[in-house]
């Protein structure tokens, strides 16, 4: 396998991050994380950088020598609007200046399920299907896959748009046994992505090979990833839980918890 010479990875600190730091020593010979937050000591083929997304310039130093970037960095929950615009919205946008500028030529966006999550959980959907964002968090990573959309078509940036359903160790509730991605099948797509001959600028739903499912990858399917691994293992977790409503708005929708929430700063 051939090795990327220099990746970066911002948002290194996270908790997708935290799970597949390590693992990024197959794929590239220099693994450069970034962040806001404490990264601890570098590994002998890490470097670190600490860098605010919202710093144009130092978004631009951060990228410089990079031949690929996961960009995992910025606010991951709902939050207001004011908060997560400088750092979603204004920050993919530093971080693909920054790749045009320095020659960067393929990206990972951490996308999100919430900008779908406003689709029932009876509807399919593929990478064709229309956003229905169901948060200001959900709104500012629909923003980063229009951005990335004509970072490709302008200037041959290409993109593995990456709408992650829920990548933790384990799942947290039922709903996750529908969205759940583990870490090694996130590694393993990161290995498509910086090997394929060519990528474009496709979008693929995070989600690992469950029994229950509301994603389709078909469309994307001349990338050859193919997940591995399954929630099913973690059934036994939610077994003595109290039947759902199916009325209820975190059930009917695929964005559970933020599709059901008002407005976040009511």
């Known amino acids: ?48 950088v600490t860098c605010d997304l919202t710093d144009a310039d130092a978004v631009r130093e951060t990228v410089k020598g990079c031949d690929a970037i ?16 400088p750092v979603n919205i204004d920050g993919t946008y530093h971080l693909y200046e920054a790749a045009r500028k320095e020659g960067a030529r393929r990206i990972l966006f951490a996308s999100s399920n919430h900008v779908i999550g406003f689709h029932s959980r ?5 990478a064709s299907s229309p956003i229905r964002p169901d948060s200001n968090y959900g709104v500012s990573k629909a923003y980063g896959e229009a951005l990335a959309s004509m970072y490709w078509d302008k200037y041959g940036i290409e993109t593995l748009i990456l709408r992650i359903g829920s990548c933790f160790p384990e799942p947290k509730d039922r709903r996750m046994m529908a969205t759940w991605m583990s870490s090694a099948d996130m590694l393993r797509l990161i290995g498509v992505m910086l090997e394929v001959p060519r990528l474009g600028c496709p979008i693929v739903y995070g989600v690992s090979d469950n029994e229950e499912s509301w994603w389709d990858n078909s469309e994307t399917a001349y990338l050859g990833w193919k997940p591995r691994d399954s929630s099913a293992r973690f059934a036994h977790l939610f077994a003595d839980d109290p039947a759902q409503d199916p009325d209820d708005p975190e059930v009917i929708y695929q964005g559970g918890k933020f599709a059901k929430a008002g407005h976040f700063e009511d």
Do not use: C, W
Not at 1 to 12: D, E, P, S, V
Not at 71 to 84: C, K, M, Q, V, Y
Not at 122 to 126: K, N, S
């Open 122 to 126: 009876e509807t399919r959907l593929t």
């Open 1 to 48: 396998m051939r090795k990327t010479q220099r990746l970066l990875m911002t948002g290194a600190a996270g908790t997708i991050g935290q799970q597949i730091r390590e693992g990024l020593a197959d794929y590239a010979k220099t693994v450069r994380l970034s962040d806001v937050a404490d990264l601890g000591e570098p590994g002998a083929h890490e470097e670190i």
């Open 70 to 85: 996961l960009h995992f960095g910025g606010i991951s929950t709902e939050n207001r609007a004011d908060l997560i615009h």
